[in-house]
Nanobody, 117 residues
């Protein structure tokens, strides 16, 4: 089992910035993918950005150039730096951990990001 604890959400004005963090603990297999998904009210959960333990990055087109994903493998932590935030970025952001050995997904509890003036 893997436990994920997220932090860093909140309310920010359009054009502002936030940084999300997610720490994984438990049975961490070295080959994995960590990342962020989001779900806005009435919409399906969607991928925002992921980064594998080997460095492969996948980023949603609409956030490219504004959001940056990074990770510290030694600390089992993934970060999402969000700049130039827009109202359409408002959503609950979920941390995800994909175990490459078990082919299993784990989710954090979610953190609210609200972009509003």
């Amino acid at each position: 089992q893997v436990q994920l604890v997220e932090s860093g959400g909140g309310l920010v004005q359009p054009g502002g910035s936030l940084r999300l963090s997610c720490v994984a603990s438990g049975s961490i297999f070295s080959v994995n993918v960590m990342g962020w998904y989001r779900q806005a009210p009435g919409k399906q959960r969607e991928l925002v950005a992921t980064k594998s333990s080997r460095g492969t990055i996948n980023v949603k087109d609409s956030v490219k150039g504004r959001f940056t994903i990074s990770r510290d493998n030694a600390k089992n932590t993934v970060y999402l730096e969000m700049n130039s935030l827009k109202p359409e970025d408002t959503a609950v952001y979920y941390c995800n951990f994909f175990d490459g050995r078990l082919q299993a997904n784990y989710w954090g509890q979610g953190t609210q990001v609200t972009v509003s003036s």
